[in-house]
């Protein structure tokens, strides 16, 4: 097999994750969806909003950066052959941090 500068792509499919809010939480994400259509001129939904948010919240958080990149955190992902990824964080998903539910 031709060693390839560019390595195999990373599983891309979405996973989906069910979550439960407190009203005082849901009325926040309501008002910020207001906010950044007023900012933006563009109306997104709350739940297309929500994974950017929360990428943003851990590429904000340097302790996790550090613990990934560390090696303090080890998460397998499902279906994956290479085992425990660590310390690999970009785009929209976490790839050492996976839900399980498909």
Do not use: C, H, W
């Amino acid at each position: 097999m031709p060693d390839l500068k560019l390595a195999k792509l990373p599983d891309r499919m979405p996973v989906k994750i069910t979550i439960a809010a407190s009203p005082e939480l849901n009325l926040a994400l309501q008002a910020y969806a207001a906010l950044y259509r007023q900012t933006y001129g563009q109306q997104e939904p709350v739940a297309e909003l929500i994974p950017y948010m929360l990428q943003s919240f851990l590429d904000g958080d340097r302790n996790f950066a550090r613990s990934l990149k560390d090696g303090e955190v080890s998460v397998a992902s499902e279906g994956s052959a290479e085992g425990p990824a660590r310390g690999r964080r970009r785009g929209l998903g976490i790839e050492s941090i996976s839900n399980t539910t498909r």
